[in-house]
Structures are given as C-alpha cells and as structure tokens.
C-alpha cells in the first residue's frame, strides 16, 4: 500500500477519491436497503371503512385505527385472548388480540391495532399501541374520523389552550 | 407578580440574547474593541436573566399558582414535590425554557473558563451561541409563553401525565438536553472557524471536551429513556424506532461520528472540512429532534404541543441554521487547509471508515423517521416504518463499523499493516467464533441475527481484551511491569477502551434479550404457577394500595427454580386520581443471567387476573452497557485539564503543527 513516491498533491488527491468512492458506494448500498426495506416493510394505517373500499386481503399487514367500539369488549373465562370491536362509526371489525391491554385502552376511545386479518374477516392483532397525545386519541383517528365525517371536536378536552 | 418578574427577565434575555449576537461581530469588523468584548457579559446576562425566569416558573409550580396557564395545566397540589417539579420541564412551554436555561449556561461556561481562546475567535463563538439564543428566546416568548396567565384561576390543576409521574423520566428530558445543547458548543466553534477560515489543533482541542461532555450526556438521557420504557410501559420493550426515539438518537450517532473525527483533526490536522460539517449536521439535527418531539408532528407519548404556528417557527429557524451554516459552508470550507498525509489503510483511514458508516447508517435512521411524515404531507397517507425495515437498514450497516472497532485502534497513524494486525488477530478470531457458536447452539433457537450479534459482541470485546494486554506487553514482561505499563497509560486511552467495550456489552444485552425473551400471557387465580424459562411464578397475593396521588392494585409474585425461592416481584397496576389515567409498574428483579419480570392485568370475568410473565436474558446488560461508554466518556474528558494546558502552549507558538 506503499505510494510514497507520489507528490504530495497527487497522494491528496488520490486520499480523496478514494474517500469519495467509498462515500458514495455506501450510499449507493444504504438506498438499496432502503429500497428493498421499505417494499416489505412498510405499514399501512386504514381505518374499518377502507377494508373493502382497498381490498386488503387477508394476511396483509396493516394498522387499523379507530374507537373500540361501546360494549364490544368480550373475554373467554381463563383464556387471555381479548375480543373487541374498532369502529369508524361507517363500518366496524372484529378484533382480536392475545395480550395485555395497554394502560390507555378503554371502550369508546381511540385505539390503533397492528396485525392482519384473518380469511375469516377478524383483524388478528399483535400489538396495541398505546400511541396517545394528552387527549387520549391518535392523530391518525381523529383524522379518520373526520375524514368520515363523524369527528365530534367536543369530545376534545376543554384544556386545548392553543388558541 | 413573580410570574410578571419571570416574564420580563425572558425579555430582558432576549435582548442581551440580540446585543450579544450582533454587537461583537460589529465589533470584530470594525476593529471595535469595546463591541466585542460585549460578547462575554451579553453571554452571562442571558444565563442570569433566564435563570430567573425559570425558578419563577419553578416557584409557581412549587406553590401551585393556577392562575399561570402551563402550571394549571400541567400540575396538581397532591403531586409529590418531585413531579411538581419535574413538572416545569414536562410540558412544552416549560422544556423550552430548560432548553434556554442549558443553552445560555453552556455558553457562560465558555465565556468563564475558555480563557485561553484567542479574544476574536472567542468573541465569534459566543456571538453565535448568542444568535442560538435569541431564535429559543423569541420562540418561547412569541409562541409558547411559561408565564402566560388564566384568569379567573382555577381550584385545582388537571396535573401532569401519570407516565410522566416517574423518577427516572423526571430526570430524562434535563439530562437529554444538555446533550442536545452541549452539541451547539461544537457548532458555534465549527462556524467561528468557517469565519475565521483556520482549524489547528488546538481547535480541536477545545472543541473535544464539549462535545464529549454533550455526548455523554446525550448517552446517558437516551439510555434513561429506554430503561423508563422498559419498566413503565411494560411491554418489556426498551426500543420501538418510534420517531420520538430516533429523534435523539440522529444526533447521538453524527455526535459519536463527530467525538471520533476530532480526534483526527487534534492529532494529525486532517479531515478538518468533514469535522465542521460534523458538527454542523450534529447539531441541526439536535434542533430537528427539538423540532420532531416539540411540535407535535408526530403523535406520541413526548408529544405534548399541538400547533402548527410552533412548527412554523421551529422549521424557519431549522432552515435559517441548517442553510446559513451550509452557504458558509460552501463558501469558506474551501479555505480550511488540509494537513496530514495518511495512507486509506491507517488508523484516520479507519476513524473515516467509522464516520462514514456512522453517517450512512443515520441517513437510514433519518429516512425511515421522515419518509411517513414526507408521504403524509404530499399524498395524505398514513403509514408507518417500523422495526424491520430498521434491522434491515440499520443494523447491517453497523456491523462493519463494530468489525472495525476491533481493528481500528490496533493501527497507527498514518499508514498501517492491515495484514500484520489481521494475523495477530487470527487467534482471537477463532475464540470468538467458536465462542459464539458454542454459546448459540448451547442455548439453542436462536435465529442468525443471535448468532451474529454474539459473535461481533465477542469479537469487539476480544479486540479491546487484545488491544490492552498489547499494550500491557503482557506475556512479553513481568506481570508487575504490565500492570505499571497499563496505569500509565493515557486516561484517553482507557476512555476508549472503557467506551468500546460498552458497546460490545451493549450488543450482548439487546442480542440475548431479543433473541431469547421467553414470554407467558395468562389469566391466574391466587396461588397458581406458571413457568417461564425454567422460573416458576406462583400469584401469591393481590391486594388494593393507595398511593399520594393513585390508587392500585398491587401483586405478589413468588418465583422460584427447581423449588428454591428467587424472587419475589411485585407488578402494580395504577389508577391515577387527575388526570384519570392507569399505568403499569411492572415488577422486576435483574438476576445474574436476566431479569425476571411480571405485570399485572385486568380482573378476568370469571376470577382471576390477567398477567404476563417475561425472562429476559441478560437486558440489563443493555444499560451496563451504556454506563460503560458513559464512563469511557468521562475518563476521556479527565485527560482534559492536560489537553487544555497543551492547547494553550500551542496556541501561542504561531504554526502549531501537530508533530505527535
């Protein structure tokens, strides 16, 4: 690796194409990952009411958002699996989830469940977010909601000082 | 009335923040000595008028004042002390004054203790972190005002996020700040040298003690905010990739880029453009963290403001810093002269290897954390980039660099046999690998990715094991003399020896953890067992606890191997009174090979409780980890006081040309 007969001019210049190359041969590896990554892996969130409307198929990972559903929640004596319902107030789907619920869960409150669903229709999830600002509801639900129209800002709680 | 006093003194900041970011740099151009020697007092005016304001802001929370808006909202008179005063930095309007606070100190510690700067280079500097101040001041003042006051005042405060009500959180966002803010130190200094158009070594020997004061702290707040996940949230997770979490962890890795660059610039004078373009990006993406968490674009637990005039503001600034800093960049970078020859293959040819890996890899992070936001902007999708697309992204382009931790500090300057030291260590590769294949298929289903994570673990901590007993001559001496050749080792030296071999336990922690987590879910009724891993966890009583502010439901776990007692966790599961909300604590024990680790559920209809049961091998070495580097860091910045001494000799000595 010795080049120490090259002018110091050259030998700088060389130091520095060598850098660049590599610069951008990392580059050119890290938007491949990127790349490859983001086709697997990326998550979709979809509110009840686009189920059909997208034709998600069974086995398709996806975030589902929206409110449990009053009085869904049901549980089997000694079996931790939880069933409730996540609605949009246009269409609403079964769910189902082998866990704890996280802290902020609660019937009639926003919720986001990551899984897929089942051919049988039921949204298998795996986890819960508990991905909650100070007013109890995910971004994306609130959003969801109003996209269908069925957003109530009272529901907002009256310490929203930002005005 | 003390809320008015803490308002003014904002004000009065704001301007010493404008005298001191304009008034010296007129000076400097006008050779106006008067002018720029405002430089240093503006600087210490603005850390004693925020301070004032924020222990007005401090007192209001302690006395509970709820005619000042944030303490209404944000405070509760049956809070414990701790949390009211946690309280001041737990909410948007309050960290932005901690923000202020931390900010002008840093720059009060310059203008004090940096005496040996030339007077212009400094005056530069601290007009700059005064420019930083005014953009934080006139944001706090204009857009989220601490003092703003409600009238008439309200009986009781809705209080604060019981998440929030945790001692290791409480001290969380302090601690994650002053690593942000410490970064700015490297940027003021970065771009004092654009103006100046001159980096020697004793630049770099200025800027190093900052930054590895900033990167210390930064590791220390990050790895503070994952053990709260792991213990509050009680999903046993410590990591999600949530946005909220690569936010600090972008400046974490150009930080760690930048503390190794340095060392370049300090010991041979090379790669000087790249270090101020270091600092730069470090430190913009620390304000972009600041603008990720604090303005509410993402949705999550941190994100505790909601409006878009914030945001607005905070992007400007982003811009104003990030694209001035550029065009400087690219006007005056050209002017930094470069020093130092090195073949690629040498000890700068490794740290560049370093750099640029570091520096991919954050672009990954950095990708994966806007691109949702990017898509949501333009095509009004919601999505989400979650944990696999980082193990694909993230974690192959750390493995070279953790390859090449092993080999980078065996090199010399300059040039390097890459052969040499491969050969020599051709044995320790071998241990290592055998190593990791026996402990693998010892223990048995683990996935590739567990292999592979013990065996760069190993081979990481067999290269630090290596480098030591070399220097040490160990084998070659008396064990006497080998121990006197590692006490006189330089304290830098053991910093990175320390640090290194953090990460390699670090990577033992999230391998073993991920890989080999066992896992139970299941409804209990009093005095039945589950199994996990080998433990047994018999729910030995439940019973109600009222708490200052809460009330649970608390747990007995007793958990015993082959019928030996262990433990004994005691998981709750909380109701708090205001705002109403429930949380987790789960109950942990950290044994010799992992920690045990248990929460309680919900009632179960039919009796019972729902609980889940977790081993997690050897996660605390996770954060064993991080206190490792921490250490490394702080054993580094003792060499300190000797590194300044040096700087001063050299500073006054006309061409100081490093000749190490």
Do not use: C
Not at chain 1, 28 to 57: D, K, T, Y
Not at chain 2, 625 to 650: E, P, T, Y
């Amino acid at each position: 690796m010795s080049k120490g007969s090259l002018n110091p001019m050259r030998r700088r210049k060389r130091q520095r194409i060598i850098v660049v190359l590599t610069a951008m041969g990392l580059l050119g590896i890290a938007v491949g990952l990127i790349l490859v990554a983001l086709q697997e892996n990326i998550v979709f969130f979809i509110a009840p009411s686009e189920i059909a409307e997208r034709q998600i198929e069974s086995g398709q990972r996806f975030r589902l958002g929206g409110l449990v559903e009053a009085g869904s929640l049901e549980q089997q004596p000694n079996d931790p699996t939880i069933h409730f319902r996540i609605t949009d107030l246009e269409a609403s789907v079964p769910v189902q989830y082998r866990g704890l619920l996280p802290d902020l869960f609660r019937e009639g409150e926003g919720v986001v469940a990551e899984g897929r669903l089942t051919a049988e229709g039921i949204f298998e999830a795996d986890s819960i977010l508990a991905k909650h600002d100070e007013n109890y509801m995910p971004k994306e639900v609130i959003e969801s909601l109003k996209k269908s129209g069925r957003w109530q800002p009272q529901e907002e709680r009256p310490k929203d000082e930002d005005s | 009335m003390i809320a008015e006093v803490g308002h003014f003194a904002l004000f009065l900041a704001l301007a010493m923040a404008f005298i001191g970011a304009v008034f010296p740099s007129i000076g400097l151009a006008r050779r106006d000595g008067f002018l720029s020697h405002l430089a240093g007092p503006a600087v210490l005016a603005q850390f004693v008028f925020v301070l004032i304001a924020f222990l007005a802001l401090l007192y209001g929370y302690v006395v509970s004042d709820f005619s000042i808006l944030a303490v209404a909202n944000n405070s509760h008179t049956m809070k414990p002390m701790i949390y009211k005063v946690s309280g001041v930095w737990g909410n948007h309007e309050g960290s932005l004054l901690l923000w202020a606070l931390v900010l002008t100190g840093f720059s009060s510690a310059v203008a004090l203790f940096a005496h040996n700067l030339p007077h212009s280079f400094k005056a530069r500097v601290l007009s700059v972190q005064s420019g930083i101040a005014f953009g934080f001041l006139a944001f706090t003042l204009f857009t989220s005002n601490p003092f703003a006051r409600l009238d008439p005042a309200p009986l009781e405060g809705s209080g604060l996020n019981p998440l929030l009500q945790d001692p290791g959180l409480a001290f969380h966002p302090p601690v994650l700040y002053v690593g942000y803010v410490g970064f700015s130190i490297a940027f003021s200094f970065a771009i004092a040298a654009l103006i100046e158009g001159r980096i020697t070594a004793a630049w770099a020997r200025w800027v190093r003690p900052w930054t590895l004061v900033a990167w210390i702290f930064l590791t220390s707040g990050i790895a503070l905010g994952s053990w709260w996940a792991y213990y509050e949230l009680g999903w046993g997770g410590w990591w999600f990739w949530d946005p909220v979490e690569n936010a600090s962890f972008m400046p974490w890795l150009a930080g760690t880029a930048l503390v190794h660059s340095v060392i370049v610039v300090e010991k041979r004078e090379a790669l000087k453009a790249w270090t101020v373009l270091l600092a730069i990006l470090t430190f913009s993406l620390s304000l972009l963290g600041t603008f990720l968490v604090r303005s509410g674009v993402l949705t999550s637990v941190h994100a505790f403001a909601v409006d878009p005039a914030r945001g607005v503001f905070i992007l400007a600034f982003l811009f104003i810093v990030v694209g001035g800093s550029l065009t400087l960049f690219a006007i005056r970078g050209g002017s930094l002269k470069p020093g130092g020859f090195f073949a690629p293959i040498s000890r700068e040819g490794a740290l560049i290897f370093n750099n640029l890996f570091l520096v991919t890899a954050l672009a990954t992070v950095f990708f994966g954390t806007l691109y949702p936001l990017f898509i949501d902007a333009i095509f009004g999708e919601k999505l989400s980039v979650g944990p696999p697309y980082y193990n694909l992204t993230f974690v192959p382009l750390m493995v070279p660099v953790v390859a090449a931790m092993a080999i980078g500090p065996l090199m010399p300057w300059k040039r390097a046999d890459l052969e040499g030291i491969l050969g020599r260590l051709k044995f320790m590769a071998l241990i290592a690998l055998a190593a990791a294949f026996g402990i693998w298929a010892y223990v048995g289903d683990g996935s590739l990715f567990a292999l592979l994570g013990l065996l760069m673990g190993l081979w990481l901590a067999g290269g630090v094991l290596f480098d030591i007993a070399q220097k040490a001559r160990m084998g070659k001496m008396k064990a006497s003399g080998s121990l006197h050749r590692l006490a006189s080792q330089p304290r830098s030296q053991w910093g990175m020896w320390l640090a290194h071999f953090g990460v390699a336990v670090a990577i033992f922690g999230i391998t073993a953890s991920e890989a080999w987590t066992s896992e139970r879910l299941a409804i209990m009724t009093l005095g039945s067992s589950q199994e996990v891993a080998g433990y047994e966890f018999t729910l030995d009583k439940v019973w109600p606890v009222a708490g200052p502010n809460y009330s649970a439901v608390r747990a007995r776990f007793q958990v015993s191997k082959n019928g030996e007692p262990v433990a004994s966790l005691e998981p709750e599961q909380r109701i708090y009174n205001s705002p109403t909300r429930q949380t987790t604590e789960a109950g942990i024990r950290t044994l010799a090979l992992g920690d045990l680790y248990a929460v309680i559920g919900d009632a179960s209809p039919a009796g019972g409780w729902s609980v889940r049961l977790y081993f997690k091998p050897l996660v605390a070495w996770l954060w064993g980890g991080a206190f490792l580097m921490m250490l490394g860091g702080l054993m580094s910045l003792s060499d300190r006081r000797l590194r300044i001494v040096v700087a001063r000799k050299k500073a006054l000595a006309p061409s100081s040309v490093a000749a190490e």
